[in-house]
């Protein structure tokens, strides 16, 4: 697997896993590889488990040979933000020194989905960075060292942007997805509340007291990539008794050229910088020239 394979939407390279155009080995070595070219300087992964990683692909491989398939993400190696509980692996939420040395014994529900799906865990990223006196130094953005990734899913944004990992599970309250997919470039999905079990995610916090705030959700290179782990991870646990059973249903798709469109080109109080303000004049011309009605609304 090529350096430029790590690029790869999550969901194609599922896909290649599976057809056996590429081994789970090769991909994990690609993603290991390429943790050990950038991570020095990133900081995005905290945690990393080489040896379960290696171990569970070389299983992951040997269960295709005999035609078993574990699930969609079968064979694919995964980050998840270090709020996120996982068995046997270190979990810090964000490098809070009294849980500097903490691994838990079990799965948060997050995890044990997407492994239940036969994804593999290379490590933790960083993550919330909300801590004075973090036991780990702060995330760079990899566009520029100089730069913050955003925050407070910090790592889980970088290491998307560096080809470290393909996909990642961030944690969100007041823009902790958004605003470090929008500083790296990459995707990032805060669903509505209450549609991912929590469980195991608030370790510091048991009495939950932001559980009508806070979400988990994906992160990773493409629209396709969020669809995939959000119908993973979304829906009951059984414990996390917020979540209510609503099944998970797809939308028809609507004809394009029905659609009306409003669109802003200003927000009050704020300054567009111009390159946005173009890109959006573009789309809304492009929108306009396939059949779409728009209108331009000034905020």
């Known amino acids: 697997m090529v350096t430029d394979g790590v690029f790869t939407p ?25 943790i050990a070219r950038h991570n020095q300087d990133l900081n995005a992964v ?6 379960g990683a290696r171990t569970r692909a070389r299983k992951a491989d040997a269960a295709l040979a005999r035609g078993e398939m574990w ?11 270090d709020a996120h509980s996982a068995s046997g692996m270190r979990t810090t939420w964000g490098g809070l020194p009294r849980l500097a040395d903490y691994v838990p014994e079990e799965d948060g529900t997050v995890a044990a989905k997407l492994k239940a799906t036969g994804a593999i865990l290379l490590g933790k990223t960083n993550g919330p960075e909300i801590w004075p006196d973090s036991v780990f130094a702060s995330t760079n953005n990899p ?3 100089a730069h913050t990734p955003g925050g407070s899913s910090a790592g889980v944004g970088a290491a998307l942007a560096a080809g470290i990992t393909p996909l990642d599970i961030g944690l969100d309250t007041l823009g ?4 470090p997919a929008h500083y790296c470039g990459v995707y990032g999905m805060r669903p509505t509340e209450h549609r991912v079990p929590l469980t ?4 510091v916090d048991p009495a939950r ?7 988990a959700g994906p992160m990773a290179r493409s629209v396709e990539d969020l669809r995939l782990a959000l119908r993973i991870i979304a829906g009951p646990d059984g414990l996390d008794t917020y979540v209510p059973p609503v099944p998970w249903r797809d939308l028809e798709r609507h004809r394009t050229d029905k659609l009306r469109i409003a669109w802003s080109p200003e927000f009050p109080g704020s300054d567009t910088q111009h390159e946005i303000r173009t890109a959006v004049e573009s789309l809304v011309r492009e929108l306009a020239e396939g059949g779409r009605h728009s209108r331009a609304e000034h905020a």
């Open 176 to 179: 902790s997805i958004q605003n």
């Open 143 to 145: 566009w520029d060292l």
């Open 46 to 51: 905290v945690t990393l488990d080489e040896v």
């Open 209 to 215: 007291k932001f559980r009508v705030m806070s979400v």
């Open 200 to 203: 195991g995610v608030f370790i």
């Open 71 to 81: 699930g969609p993400l079968h064979g694919l190696p995964i980050t998840l933000e």
């Open 10 to 34: 999550a969901q194609m390279l599922a896909e290649e896993i599976q057809r056996r155009e590429v081994s789970s080995a090769e991909v994990v070595e690609a993603y290991l590889a390429q």
